[in-house]
C-alpha cells in the first residue's frame, strides 16, 4: 500500500527557513511525478510546487518561485521542499502527493485532481 509520510514542519519566524521532507513508500518511487500541495486556515488547498519523475523538470506557484526549491531523491524515495525567506501567509499544512507518470506527460502536474494518493501533511507556521 502507498505510505507518503511529511516531516520537516515547524515553527518560524518571518524571514527563515525549513526543508520538507516527503518519504515514499508501497511502489516504485522514481516511476511518479510528486507535488507539494498547502492549505491554509478557511482556505482550500493550492499547488506549490511539483517535480518529475526524474527530477529534472520543477514547476513552481508564484507565490513559491524564487524562495521554494524542490528536488527529489530517487535512491532515498523521498521529496524535499527547501523553504527559504518565508513569510506569515506561508503558514499552511503541507502535503506532498504523487501522480503516476504515464510515459506521455514528462512535465508533473499542477493541479490536484492528476494526483492519486497523499500525505497526511505537516504544519508551517510562519511568525511575523
Known amino acids: 500500500q502507498v505510505q507518503l509520510v511529511e516531516s520537516g514542519g515547524g515553527l518560524v519566524p518571518a524571514g527563515g527557513s525549513l526543508r520538507l521532507s516527503c518519504a515514499a513508500s508501497?511502489?516504485?518511487?522514481?516511476?511518479?511525478?510528486m507535488g507539494w500541495f498547502r492549505q491554509a486556515p478557511g482556505k482550500e488547498r493550492e499547488f506549490v510546487a511539483a517535480i518529475n519523475w526524474s527530477g529534472i523538470n520543477q514547476l513552481y506557484a508564484e507565490s513559491a518561485k524564487g524562495r521554494f526549491t524542490m528536488s527529489r531523491d530517487n535512491a532515498k524515495n523521498t521529496v524535499y521542499l527547501q523553504m527559504n525567506s518565508l513569510k506569515p501567509e506561508d503558514t499552511a499544512v503541507y502535503h506532498c502527493?504523487?501522480?503516476?507518470?504515464?510515459?506521455?506527460?514528462?512535465?508533473?502536474?499542477?493541479?490536484?485532481?492528476?494526483?492519486?494518493?497523499w500525505g497526511q501533511g505537516t504544519q508551517v507556521t510562519v511568525s511575523s
Open positions: 502527493a504523487e501522480a503516476w507518470y504515464n510515459g506521455i506527460q514528462v512535465a508533473p502536474p499542477t493541479t490536484e485532481s492528476q494526483y492519486e494518493s
Open positions: 508501497g511502489r516504485t518511487f522514481s516511476s511518479y511525478h
